[in-house]
């Protein structure tokens, strides 16, 4: 007898490399998504008893084709199947199908289907959304929560989406080692959005939350298919380290604490010391990038046993780099913080006043700005920007967070 909580771990952990599978043979995500779905319902009904195949997403992905087939055959009727070379590139014994079932052809089958879902033409969210549906299998109704919109309206972003992919031609043959480096890139990138938008998401939306577990699992999976690359190593070690702090990101009233005031005791060891293993290893192949430099910044927070020992030199250092590889206004505001720790408040306001214009519509701007000009004493100034950033705060934390700096400025007339 096996074990269900086991059987349902391997389902969720198959699903990408046997819907990218499906999805290569009928090249319909439709019918790719309900062929591994009658799979499923099959490897529930028959594994409890027969126990696990060896394979699970070999197994699902041949009982998924041969689902598929026979839909295709019912919704065709009496009209003969189309073309082998149009429904499968695959021969059609199933022991050759298995055969071939190996982790090349999974690892090109996952990336092509997490390249479809970063597809050019979609919206970012439309990015998300169709990942978190076609990749993660997360229901409409779980995306919909999440993004605080109704079951319908999601369900029609996503039918768009499918749409929108199904009329770009996108190609569904294995990527060459230049497409590769390019997908993989933008692979990354729409994991890291995932993340954020948990991240992001406050105290008061675990649903949402609950997409910093997803977005580190998909990363782990694309470190499996890539690991000597040392950017997917950054990745996966941004987001353990910056995932290792949740527990002590916000009080009980759900305000937000700021990173040098949060109780480090509650900082989670065991993803803390991953993400800072896979920055050690991925720093030895000498080919840093952006996320690898993101992790090692926060990895030097997460050295500081408390917030006075960090070593701002090195962050401040840190973020000239990583203005070198990706500048950016917002990674300017960001090192203005480790300025404005070795060299005071004025030299920090001098660094981002410059970037007033293009960062007007900012909450974080006005917010850090505001508590440069506190520092300096210059109370009128920053209560004019706290209350900017009031009006911009994307979550009730943040206004919340942005008030006490208002109050503290009230007490002190």
Not at 212 to 234: H, K, Q, S, V
Not at 319 to 324: D, G, I, S, T
Request: with cysteine; hydrophobic share 45%; aromatic share 6%.
């Amino acid at each position: 007898m096996a074990d269900m909580a086991w059987i349902d771990a391997a389902l969720v952990s198959a699903r990408p490399q046997a819907v990218a599978a499906l999805l290569r043979y009928f090249r319909d995500l439709d019918l790719a998504e309900e062929a591994f779905q009658d799979a499923c319902l099959r490897a529930l009904k028959n594994w409890p008893g027969n126990g696990p195949p060896r394979d699970p997403a070999a197994w699902l992905i041949m009982v998924g084709r041969n689902a598929a087939i026979d839909v295709t055959r019912r919704r065709a009727k009496q009209a003969p199947l189309p073309d082998e070379d149009q429904l499968s590139d695959l021969s059609d014994t199933e022991a050759e199908v298995v055969q071939k079932l190996d982790e090349a052809d999974y690892r090109d089958d996952v990336l092509r289907l997490l390249f479809i879902c970063c597809h050019p033409d979609l919206p970012q969210i439309q990015q998300i959304a169709l990942a978190l549906r076609i990749v993660s299998g997360l229901s409409v109704k779980q995306i919909a929560r999440a993004f605080l919109v109704g079951e319908s309206a999601m369900e029609q972003r996503i039918t768009r989406a499918k749409g929108k992919v199904a009329g770009a031609g996108v190609p569904f043959e294995a990527p060459d080692a230049v497409e590769r480096g390019e997908r993989l890139a933008a692979v990354a990138a729409m994991i890291y959005l995932v993340f954020n938008e948990g991240y992001s998401a406050g105290s008061d939306n675990d649903e949402r939350a609950a997409f910093c577990d997803e977005a580190i699992r998909l990363a782990r999976l694309l470190l499996r298919m890539y690991p000597a690359e040392p950017e997917i190593m950054g990745l996966l070690a941004l987001m353990l380290l910056q995932h290792s702090r949740i527990a002590a990101r916000y009080d009980k009233a759900g305000n937000a604490i700021l990173l040098e005031d949060q109780d480090r005791s509650q900082w989670k060891r065991a993803p803390m010391q991953e993400g800072l293993a896979l920055i050690e290893k991925g720093m030895r192949l000498r080919r840093p990038g952006p996320y690898q430099i993101q992790a090692a910044i926060a990895g030097v927070h997460a050295h500081a046993s408390v917030a006075s020992e960090t070593d701002w030199v090195e962050i401040e250092g840190l973020y000239r780099a990583l203005e070198v590889h990706t500048p950016s206004p917002v990674v300017t505001l960001n090192r203005s913080v480790a300025l404005s720790k070795t060299e005071g408040p004025e030299a920090a306001l001098a660094l981002i006043d410059p970037l007033a214009d293009r960062l007007d519509g900012y909450f974080y701007f006005h917010g850090v700005r505001g508590s440069y000009l506190k520092e300096l004493g210059r109370s009128k100034e920053a209560r004019e920007a706290f209350n900017r950033a009031i009006a911009l705060a994307n979550t009730p934390s943040e206004a919340a967070h942005i008030r006490q700096h208002l109050d503290s400025l009230s007490a002190h007339k």
